[in-house]
T-cell receptor, first 110, second 117 residues
Framework: DAKTTQPTSMDCAEGRAANLPCNHSTISGNEYVYWYRQIHSQGPQYIIHGLKNNETNEMASLIITEDRKSSTLILPHATLRDTAVYYCIVRPINDYKLSFGAGTTVTVRA | DAGVIQSPRHEVTEMGQEVTLRCKPISGHDYLFWYRQTMMRGLELLIYFNNNVPIDDSGMPEDRFSAKMPNASFSTLKIQPSEPRDSAVYFC???????????????FGPGTRLTVL
C-alpha cells in the first residue's frame, strides 16, 4: 500500500531546474513529506522535508500544494552529480520509520 | 564528524556461515536503524533502536536475523545461518531527536554488500 506515487524516471539537462513530482493523495495532517536521494552505490541522503509550508535549503526547494495531496522537489540548477534515485516518503510525525518506494531515477545529461 | 561507519564494506561468505555486520552511529544520535536493499524488494527497514533499546523489529525477516546495540556507539546485525537469499546491501542509519533544523533526519552509512554463495 504505497503512500506515494512518483514517475519511474526522468531526464534533465545540466544547468536547468529539475522538477520532481510526487502524489500523496491520502496524506493526513500529521504526516511529513520527506525527500531522500540515493546516488549509485551510496547510502540514501536526506534532501529536505516539510509539513504544510514550502521549504528551501541549500540543496533544493519543496513545494507542497495547498491540499497537501502532492508536492514537487525542485533542484534549481541540476549538475551531473545530481544523477540519482529520488525518493518521496510520507512519514507520520510520531513514527520514525521511513518506507522507501521505488523512487524516480533522475538522469542529468550534459 | 565521520558520519555513520559500517564494516565490513564487502562480505563474501558461504551458505550456512554466520555473518556479523557492524555499525557505529554518529556521536550523540539516539536512534539507529538497519535497512536491507535488494533489486527485488528495494530498501526495507529491518529494525530500529532508541537509546539502545529495540523499538520495532517487525521488518526482521526471520529468526536467523538478530540485532543488538550494547551501547550508544555500536550495533551489530547478525545472520546465522546465512543463505543465498540474504545477499543484499545492508545499510545502517542514525538520527537524533534533538530540536533543530535536521531533527529526526536519518543519516545513512555507506552500506555493507553481502554475498552469500
Amino acid at each position: 500500500d504505497a503512500k506515494t506515487t512518483q514517475p519511474t524516471s526522468m531526464d534533465c539537462a545540466e544547468g536547468r531546474a529539475a522538477n520532481l513530482p510526487c502524489n500523496h493523495s491520502t496524506i493526513s495532517g500529521n504526516e511529513y513529506v520527506y525527500w531522500y536521494r540515493q546516488i549509485h552505490s551510496q547510502g540514501p541522503q536526506y534532501i529536505i522535508h516539510g509539513l504544510k509550508n514550502n521549504e528551501t535549503n541549500e540543496m533544493a526547494s519543496l513545494i507542497i500544494t495547498e491540499d497537501r495531496k502532492s508536492s514537487t522537489l525542485i533542484l534549481p540548477h541540476a549538475t551531473l552529480r545530481d544523477t540519482a534515485v529520488y525518493y518521496c516518503i510520507v512519514r507520520p510525525i510520531n513514527d520514525y520509520k521511513l518506507s522507501f518506494g521505488a523512487g524516480t531515477t533522475v538522469t542529468v545529461r550534459a | 564528524d565521520a558520519g555513520v561507519i559500517q564494516s565490513p564494506r564487502h562480505e563474501v561468505t558461504e551458505m550456512g556461515q554466520e555473518v556479523t555486520l557492524r555499525c557505529k552511529p554518529i556521536s550523540g544520535h539516539d536512534y539507529l536503524f538497519w535497512y536491507r536493499q535488494t533489486m527485488m524488494r528495494g530498501l526495507e527497514l529491518l529494525i530500529y533502536f532508541n537509546n539502545n533499546v529495540p523499538i520495532d523489529d517487525s521488518g526482521m525477516p526471520e529468526d536467523r536475523f538478530s540485532a543488538k546495540m550494547p551501547n550508544a556507539s555500536f550495533s551489530t546485525l547478525k545472520i546465522q545461518p546465512s543463505e543465498p537469499r540474504d545477499s543484499a546491501v545492508y545499510f545502517c542509519a542514525s538520527s537524533s531527536q534533538l530540536a533543530g533544523e535536521r531533527a529526526d533526519t536519518q543519516y545513512f552509512g555507506p552500506g555493507t554488500r553481502l554475498t552469500v554463495l
